[in-house]
């Protein structure tokens, strides 16, 4: 098989696989006192803290959850919640248009059922990079506090988003700042001021069912989960200990980000091969500051229904930037926000390459890509 699908998941590392070996042998609970119990508790506080390097963040702010959409679930709803508690309500979550389900359907979810909390989008510009001048605007007017969400980098397309101009003026407004840095987290420093951060084990190589919510001090959050006040009473239930062991060690490994320029250096060759073999394909958000894992691209005549089908039965995983339902297949939001029209973005293919992709990756999905646009546009001239 070829696997380049890493922002879907990334298969699990080496060294994520023997930490689990090591944690699952341990047999304790990481809220016992005795000696098993303290051994969890050390494997549970050394993740912490490696997650935590890998965030730029204090150990203490970091509460594991069950992944990404737990976090992000926990941020938006703690979020909200604490601030009522705290009499400092907020009324309206301005969210990014190409963010992910997870943060879409939370703040929809919450405008739907908490009276008084209502939802907004920030539109990102052709190139998928939030409109930061519309936000400002949509800051300045109108009234109460507000929780603004907007991604590091998307997951579809890989395009960065220039966080320190968005944390400045959330800051400026007085407001709140969630950032879903699942696909970021190393891959690109996360040096930005967010009150709210969230990360997934399983796009780093760590287990599926691992994640953080990083919470800067004062931020307000109510637990989602009470239970034996684990995770400093934010997320409650027996840690998920090889998980998180697994999340450490990947987390370790993914800080120095030393194996990025391979990636990108892969990624590029591929790309400049598109251009050069197909010069009417369009790579989404080409144009932008992007992951260099990510390449999100179309070639003109031939669908993403057809080309899954197609790389699939040469051994190749990618993703299609479409959502196919009922029968009909529909252009991702995020390439719509974009303005892309549905005939383009209805032939979004996504390659994302990761930590044990190689130089004849490149090759075979380019062979495949070959073959399958030759017969597409053979049918089309026959
Ligand atoms: N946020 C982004 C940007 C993602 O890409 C994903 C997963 O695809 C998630 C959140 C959800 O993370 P998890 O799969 O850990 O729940």
């Known amino acids: 098989m070829i696997y380049l699908d890493h922002n879907a998941t990334s298969p699990l590392r080496p060294e994520a696989l023997a930490a689990v070996t090591r944690a699952s042998a341990i047999g304790g609970n990481p809220s016992s006192v005795h000696a098993q119990g303290r051994a969890a508790r050390a494997v549970v506080e050394d993740a912490r803290e490696a997650v935590a390097k890998l965030a730029g963040a204090r150990a203490q702010d970091v509460i594991f959850t069950s992944g990404g959409t737990e976090a992000n679930a926990l941020a938006l709803y703690g979020a909200v919640y604490g601030a009522l508690e705290a009499e400092a309500r907020i009324t309206r979550i301005f969210v990014s248009a190409i963010e992910h389900p997870a943060v879409l359907a ?8 908490i009276a008084g909390v209502r939802t907004a989008e920030i539109p990102v510009t052709a190139d998928g990079i939030v409109d930061v001048e519309a936000l400002r605007v949509m800051l300045r007017e109108g009234k109460g506090r507000t929780l603004v969400c907007v991604m590091a980098a998307n997951n579809e397309t890989g395009v960065i988003q220039p966080l320190d101009q968005i944390a400045k003026h959330v800051r400026d407004a007085g407001a709140l700042l969630l950032v879903d840095a699942v696909q970021t987290a190393g891959k690109i ?4 001021d967010a009150d709210y951060l969230v990360i997934s084990g399983h796009k780093i190589g760590a287990l599926e069912g691992t994640g953080a919510l990083i919470v800067k001090e004062g931020a307000p959050l109510s637990p989602l989960v009470s239970g034996g006040g684990q995770e400093r009473g934010k997320r409650g239930g027996t840690q998920n200990l090889a998980g998180i062991a697994s999340f450490g060690a990947a987390a370790a490994v993914a800080a120095s980000r030393a194996d990025i320029p391979r990636q990108t250096g892969l990624r590029d060759r591929f790309e400049s091969e598109i251009a050069r073999r197909w010069p009417e394909a369009v790579v989404f958000g080409a144009k932008a500051p992007r992951l260099g894992n990510t390449s999100n691209f179309a070639i003109p005549g031939v669908t993403a229904e057809t080309a899954m089908m197609a790389l699939d039965l040469d051994g190749i995983c990618v993703s299609s930037g479409a959502a196919c339902s009922s029968g009909k ?7 719509k926000a974009m303005g892309l029209s549905d005939e383009i973005a209805g032939g979004a293919l996504r390659a994302s390459f990761g930590w044990n992709s190689e130089s004849s990756d490149v090759d075979a999905v380019l062979a495949s890509l070959d073959k399958l646009v030759s017969r597409a546009r053979s049918r089309v001239a026959a």
């Open 189 to 192: 420093p996360l040096a930005f």
């Open 329 to 335: 297949v529909h252009a991702s939001h995020v390439l």
């Open 106 to 113: 939370n703040a929809a979810a919450i405008a739907e059922r």
